[in-house]
C-alpha cells in the first residue's frame, strides 16, 4: 500500500531555531514534494527532488532512496515560517497521483 | 504568484444548487489537479487532466465533474450541493502529465454551502 508518514504533526519552536519536519514513505518513489501551506490557505511548491539534497535560500530539503526518507530543514527559524509544511511523493505505481502526507503544523513565536 | 489562476476566490451558495470553479494553468503547463481541502483536513485528489483528457480520477463524486478545454483551461462542476461540500479548491498545473514535475497551486476557491 502506498503511504507517506510525516512527523511531528505539530511543532511549535522559537524564533532562531532549526526546524526537522520527516517524511517518510512505504514503497519506491519517482518525486517526492515539499509544499507549504499559509494560514490563508494559499500553497507553494518548496522543493521536488528524486535524489540528494536542495537548498533554497534557509530551506533544505534531503531525500535518502534507500532509507525512503526525506527532510525538510529550515535555519533560523522565523516566525514568517509559521505554516503546515505537506510532504507529498508519487509513488512508481501511483498512476500519477501525488499522494499527501497529513502536514505538519509548525508555529515560531518570537 | 504561481501564474496559476482560479476564480472565483469565495463563493457562497445553498445546498442543492451547481457551481462551476474555473482554473487557468499556468502557461506551457499541460495537466491540471483538482484537489479539496475541507476544514482542518488534508488535500483530497479529485481529478486530473492533461491535454484535455481524464488521466486520473481520485476520490471524486458522482455529483461532481470535470472537463479540461482547448485552451488548457479547467473547469469543476459541482451539483446537488451539499452542506459538507464546503471547502477549499484548489487546482494546481504541471508541465508534465505525472508527478515528476514541479506543481504550481492557484490560490483556491472557497465554497461555502448554506
Known amino acids: 500500500k502506498n503511504e507517506v508518514e510525516q512527523s511531528p504533526q505539530n511543532l511549535t519552536a522559537q524564533e532562531g531555531e532549526f526546524i526537522t519536519i520527516n517524511c517518510s514513505y512505504s514503497v519506491g518513489i519517482s518525486a517526492l514534494h515539499w509544499l507549504q501551506q499559509h494560514p490563508g490557505g494559499g500553497i507553494v511548491s518548496l522543493f521536488m527532488l528524486s535524489s540528494g539534497k536542495k537548498k533554497h535560500g534557509r530551506l533544505i530539503a534531503t531525500i535518502n532512496i534507500q532509507e525512503k526518507h526525506s527532510s525538510l530543514h529550515i535555519t533560523a527559524s522565523h516566525p514568517r515560517d509559521s505554516a503546515v509544511y505537506i510532504c507529498?511523493?508519487?509513488?512508481?505505481?501511483?498512476?500519477?497521483?501525488?499522494?499527501w502526507g497529513a502536514g505538519t503544523k509548525l508555529i515560531i513565536k518570537p | 504568484d504561481s501564474g496559476v489562476t482560479q476564480t472565483p476566490k469565495h463563493l457562497i451558495t445553498a445546498t442543492g444548487q451547481r457551481v462551476t470553479l474555473r482554473c487557468s494553468p499556468r502557461s506551457g503547463d499541460l495537466s491540471v489537479y483538482w484537489y479539496q481541502q475541507s476544514l482542518d483536513q488534508g488535500l483530497q485528489f479529485l481529478i486530473q487532466?492533461?491535454?484535455?483528457?481524464?488521466?486520473a480520477k481520485g476520490n471524486i463524486l458522482e455529483r461532481f465533474s470535470a472537463q479540461q478545454f482547448p485552451d488548457l483551461h479547467s473547469e469543476l462542476n459541482l451539483s446537488s450541493l451539499e452542506l459538507g461540500d464546503s471547502a477549499l479548491y484548489f487546482c494546481?498545473?504541471?508541465?508534465?502529465?505525472?508527478?515528476?514535475?514541479?506543481?504550481?497551486f492557484g490560490q483556491g476557491t472557497r465554497l461555502t454551502v448554506v
Open positions: 487532466y492533461y491535454n484535455g483528457e481524464e488521466r
Open positions: 494546481a498545473s504541471t508541465v508534465g502529465g505525472n508527478g515528476n514535475t514541479e506543481a504550481f
Open positions: 507529498a511523493v508519487c509513488f512508481m505505481d501511483s498512476n500519477y497521483q501525488l499522494i
